[in-house]
């Protein structure tokens, strides 16, 4: 079956830089686009920015962009993201997903999620 | 703030009838599909709604979604002690051309 595996836990200081992977089985790794969300202690789920694997496009939100690239690995069928000049604000689980319809959001399955802690 | 509106939080007893509200506006529900996602703390969120209205396969039927205007709304019947966790509403919005989330509704089955 289709499955995302992430890497494990990370603790940074406030200005590091952080890349999660997020490694896909079960599928044509390229056929879907990976979106990127997170959650912050005590909030909601948030969309970061996705990665379309065919087209080599990207889309980053507001609140990240600048600091973040999307990647893949098309011989490990492995997906990454990147984020740069991490702040306290951005200690939050992060989930990767696929896209199964452009222009929708219709993300399925998830990654089990990586904790990502910035401290200062 | 969330694009979409959800009530933080909702509750029921097993057995009951719970339904959650999501609002937004005409750039996103209005024109677009609603999807709904259920979070447990600790655990990789899970589709329960897709398109709107469809329960894709291993959803129970207790799981119901409808959408009218620039609202959705999730209902859930025959609540269970299982179905506690986070409950969001995702749409994609034409005006940003991005998905949108909504701050989610924390369900506490009493």
């Known amino acids: 079956q289709v499955q995302l595996v992430q890497s494990g836990p990370e603790v940074k200081k406030s200005g590091a830089s952080v890349k999660v992977s997020c490694k896909a089985s079960g599928y044509t790794f390229g056929s879907y686009g990976i979106n990127w969300m997170r959650q912050a202690p005590g909030q909601g789920l948030e969309w970061v920015g996705c990665f379309n694997p065919y087209t080599g496009e990207t889309k980053y939100a507001q609140k990240v962009h600048g600091r973040v690239t999307m990647t893949t690995d098309t011989s490990t069928n492995t997906a990454y993201m990147e984020l740069r000049s991490l702040r306290s604000d951005d200690t939050a689980v992060y989930y990767c997903a696929l896209e199964l319809y452009i222009r929708e959001a219709w993300f399925e399955p998830w990654g089990q999620g990586t904790l990502v802690t910035v401290s200062a | 703030q969330s694009v979409l509106t959800q009530p933080p939080s909702a509750s029921g007893t097993p057995g009951q009838r719970v339904t959650m509200s999501c609002s937004g506006s005409?750039?996103?529900?209005?024109?677009?599909?609603v999807y709904w996602y259920q979070h447990v703390p600790g655990t990789a969120p899970k589709l329960l709604i897709y398109?709107?209205?469809q329960r894709p396969s291993g959803v129970p039927d207790r799981f119901s979604g409808s959408k009218s205007g620039t609202s959705a709304s999730l209902a859930i019947s025959e609540l269970r002690s299982e179905d506690e966790g986070e409950y969001y509403c995702?749409?994609?919005?034409?005006?940003?051309?991005?998905?949108?989330f909504g701050g989610g509704t924390k369900l506490t089955v009493l």
């Open positions: 005409r750039s996103n529900i209005e024109t677009n599909n």
């Open positions: 995702t749409s994609w919005d034409d005006d940003l051309s991005d998905p949108v």
């Open positions: 398109r709107s209205n």
